[in-house]
């Protein structure tokens, strides 16, 4: 199990070196698991050393959102009396996501951006 786990932090540190390095804009442990992949294409028996490893971390997950969820209360505190800002930007981040994603959609499906109707 040890080793296994070295096996992952030493593809994320790669992926941070590559990233840091290269100066790409990715972050280091997504670059990391591209390697890892990788990796286990070429070297297919690492899947067994590796599997253990990742079952054991997917059955304690959970665990991994705790920091997250004491950061969020932490900083809602630095957020009370923004409520009106924090609220209309959610929303409005939210509506322009949908509209970039809806004429993104539109385009690839090489639909005109016009109305049909008229």
Known sequence: MLAAFAVLLLFQCLG?????????????PVAGMLLLVAALIVFPKLQVLVEQAANALLAHLSLLFVP?????????????????AIVASVVVSTLLALAVTGLLLRGMKGEPAKDRDA
């Open 16 to 28: 941070e070196g590559i990233v840091f390095v290269l100066r790409l804009p990715l972050p280091g």
């Open 68 to 84: 997250a969820g004491v950061g969020i209360v932490v900083a809602a505190a630095s957020g009370s009396g923004h409520w009106l």
